[in-house]
C-alpha cells in the first residue's frame, strides 16, 4: 500500500459527459502528479499540483483541469468525454520540497475510466 | 524532451532464473534520476529501485539490482532467483528535476514498458 488513495477505482460514463476523479496524497507529501494510461500513448503526465499551485502541466488537454485544495486532496475534472479517453487515471505524490531522490513518486490504485 | 526506449516488448524467464531488462534514454542533462516500477496485473505502479545520476554505484534492493551507464544512457534492471509474482509489466522512468523557487517539478517519463513472464 503506498498510501495513495484513489476513488473511484471505476468509472463507467458516456460520452459528452463530465466526471471528477479524486486522489488524497500520502501524509506530509505536498506534490500530487497525474498520470494518463491508454493503450496507445503509454504513460503520460498530464498535470502536477504544489501546496495548492499547479507547478507544471503536460500533455493535457483543455478539456480537462485539476486542482488543488487546502487539505492537499486533488481532483482531475474530465469534460465532453470522448472514447478516445477511456484511460487509467494514477494520481502520485512526492513530499514536494526536499529535491533530489526524495522526490520520488508513489503511486495510487488508479482509476479505470471506461467512455461508452 | 528526453525519450525513455524498452526495445524489448516482451520477455520471460524461467522461475529462479535471471532475466536483464534494458532501457536506454537521452538526455543532455547531468543531474537526474531514473526509476524502474512494475505494474502487476492487479494495475498497481509499484517502486522498484531507483538511482541517482551522480552516484556511481549501481543501486540494489534484494533480488533487483541496476547497471547504470551514464555514458551510454543505459539502465537495466536485472532480476535474481525469479519468482511467480515478478509476473508484471515494467517500466523504466526518467525524472529530471525542473527547479522553481520553493520546489520544483519531478515528473516522471517513462518507456512503453516489458512484459515479463516468469515460467513456473
Known amino acids: 500500500d503506498s498510501g495513495v488513495t484513489q476513488t473511484p477505482k471505476h468509472l463507467i460514463t458516456a460520452t459528452g459527459q463530465r466526471v471528477t476523479l479524486r486522489c488524497s496524497p500520502r501524509s506530509g507529501d505536498l506534490s500530487v502528479y497525474w498520470y494518463q494510461q491508454s493503450l496507445d500513448q503509454g504513460l503520460q503526465f498530464l498535470i502536477q499540483y504544489y501546496n495548492g499551485e499547479e507547478r507544471a502541466k503536460g500533455n493535457i488537454l483543455e478539456r480537462f483541469s485539476a486542482q488543488q485544495f487546502p487539505d492537499l486532496h486533488s481532483e482531475l475534472n474530465l469534460s465532453s468525454l470522448e472514447l478516445g479517453d477511456s484511460a487509467l487515471y494514477f494520481c502520485?505524490?512526492?513530499?514536494?520540497?526536499?529535491?533530489?531522490?526524495?522526490?520520488?513518486?508513489?503511486f495510487g490504485p488508479g482509476t479505470r475510466l471506461l467512455v461508452l | 524532451a528526453q525519450t525513455v526506449t524498452q526495445s524489448q516488448p516482451e520477455m520471460s524467464v524461467q522461475e529462479a532464473e535471471t532475466v536483464t531488462l534494458s532501457c536506454t534514454y537521452d538526455t543532455s542533462e547531468s543531474n537526474y534520476y531514473l526509476f524502474w516500477y512494475k505494474q502487476p496485473p492487479s494495475r498497481q505502479m509499484i517502486l522498484v529501485i531507483r538511482?541517482?545520476?551522480?552516484?556511481?554505484q549501481n543501486a540494489t534492493e534484494n533480488r533487483f539490482s541496476v547497471n547504470f551507464q551514464k555514458a551510454a544512457k543505459s539502465f537495466s534492471l536485472k532480476i535474481s532467483d525469479s519468482q511467480l509474482g515478478d509476473t508484471a509489466m515494467y517500466f523504466c522512468a526518467f525524472m529530471k528535476p525542473l527547479l522553481y523557487s520553493g520546489a520544483g517539478s519531478y515528473q516522471l517519463t517513462f518507456g512503453k514498458g516489458t512484459k515479463l513472464s516468469v515460467i513456473p
Open positions: 538511482q541517482e545520476a551522480y552516484k556511481q
Open positions: 502520485a505524490s512526492s513530499v514536494g520540497t526536499s529535491g533530489g531522490v526524495q522526490e520520488t513518486q508513489y
